[in-house]
């Protein structure tokens, strides 16, 4: 009976010297210390952060003129594409190209087995050469019965027998001059030209192969023309007044294209616009056409386009880096005199290589925060710095995955 009234003893002890040790402690914090630790970041001092202010890079709010500019994303279209069949039957005797060839209008593609329509073309040849004889004979003959008729040395009928197969003869000297022209075309047709300027594609049958003469035979390969080229893309019904208007004008307008990673960027000028706009996507078709001497473009390829229809005059705009996106729309930090920060909401118009067209927001000379917005808030104190070189954005050295999240926040806008 000692020992448990003992133990219960040792354990209220315990749990009194733990008790004392959480009231002391709790003294001993200073007042207010645990409300400052709690507060948010740039809410723990009157428009300041726990590190002082935050550095940025600003830029002003610009009044003048903005192009109006139509981004899409295109692909690149041949405009022709040949699927290249012989025309006979045949023999495939020797491929003259190489996949991946450039060619011209002209040049021999493939060379098929010749010794059948040679044959027949000198059989041809030999056919005319007799009946052009015989014909001569016949109108020799018919000649001389013609004078002997108007002496009344032959009869009507002789006359008129022997002019008749002069006339058969003559038309079977035409007969035959077709067989041999029928004959050339065969002998031609063994030698298979690229009908234009374009790049070979795969080579589908090789030398030794039989080859059919018809639509249904089989491709021996495909031809692609690469300059020029076109560029097809799509935008919003919105713009087809403008862009009709633009063509109206007699300038067609400019359209860039850009491959994704940057590398190739070339400029044409903006052929065709569709005759309707599709319902279910509410969008028109668009090509624009370029001469592509360099080859930059590449049938097939998507690449960034953007439509230029002309410069709008007298419109706001700032760097696009500067819209923010939240759950109540667009915003940007807006610098006041005393180097604090505001959140404005602000209604783009639209976006542009050069930057965002604002339509109401902000006004003429103000500065805005265009990087290190992810450490602000409003009333948060701001110092310069100077601008990411290359355009980048710079980690943040309290928080190093900052750069990142705000370089995916820059590719949303």
């Known amino acids: 009976m000692n020992r448990r009234t003992a133990a219960a003893a040792l354990v209220l002890a315990l749990i009194a010297a733990y008790g004392g040790y959480r009231v002391w402690g709790a003294k001993s914090e200073a007042p207010g210390a645990e409300a400052e630790a709690s507060a948010p970041p740039g809410t723990r001092g009157p428009g300041t952060n726990s590190n002082g202010p935050v550095p940025v890079v600003t830029a002003h709010v610009r009044r003048g003129a903005m192009p109006i500019d139509v981004a899409a994303v295109g692909t690149v279209q041949p405009i022709s594409t040949v699927q290249v069949r012989a025309r006979i039957d045949s023999q495939l005797m020797e491929a003259k ?3 991946g060839q450039e060619v011209k209008s002209g040049d021999l593609l493939f060379l098929l087995d010749q010794r059948p329509a040679r044959a027949a073309l000198m059989q041809a040849e030999a056919n005319l050469a007799r009946d052009q004889a015989n014909l001569g ?3 020799s003959d018919a000649k001389r019965n ?3 008729f108007a002496r009344g040395a032959v009869s009507m009928q002789q006359n008129e027998q022997a002019s008749a197969t002069a006339k058969a003869q003559e038309a079977t000297v035409l007969a035959d001059q077709a067989a041999v022209d029928q004959a050339r075309l065969t002998l031609a047709f063994t030698e298979i030209r690229s009908p234009i300027d374009g790049v070979v594609g795969s080579i589908q049958l090789r030398p030794g192969n039989l080859v059919k003469g018809s639509d249904s035979g089989s491709t021996l390969t495909t031809l692609v023309q690469v300059a020029p080229i076109n560029v097809a893309f799509t935008v919003p019904e919105k713009h087809v007044t403008a862009v009709r208007q633009a063509l109206r004008s007699g300038r067609p307008p400019l359209v860039s294209a850009k491959t994704a990673d940057g590398l190739v960027a070339a400029t044409g000028r903006l052929v065709f616009i569709d005759n309707s ?7 028109i078709q668009l090509k624009g056409l370029y001469d592509n001497k360099d080859r930059a473009l590449w049938p097939g390829q998507f690449v960034d386009v953007t439509l230029h229809l002309g410069m709008e ?14 759950q109540a729309g667009a915003y940007v930090f807006v610098v006041k005199a005393d180097d604090t920060v505001d959140m404005r909401p602000v209604t783009v118009g639209r976006f ?7 339509a109401s927001g902000v006004e003429a000379g103000e500065r805005v925060v265009t990087e290190g917005q992810l450490r602000l808030v409003p009333g948060a104190k701001i110092v310069e710095r100077p601008a990411t070189q290359g355009g980048g954005v710079e980690a943040d050295s309290a928080n190093p995955s900052a750069g990142a999240v705000q370089a995916s926040g820059k590719a949303r806008t």
Request: charged share 20%; net charge negative; glycine share 8%.
């Open 277 to 283: 706009v599709d319902a279910q996507s509410g969008t």
């Open 352 to 358: 542009a290589e050069q930057g965002a067209v604002i």
């Open 97 to 99: 190209v190489e996949e």
């Open 313 to 326: 005059a007298d419109v706001l705009s700032v760097p696009a880096v500067a819209v923010q996106r939240g």
């Open 146 to 148: 013609a004078d002997l």
């Open 137 to 139: 004979q016949a109108r």
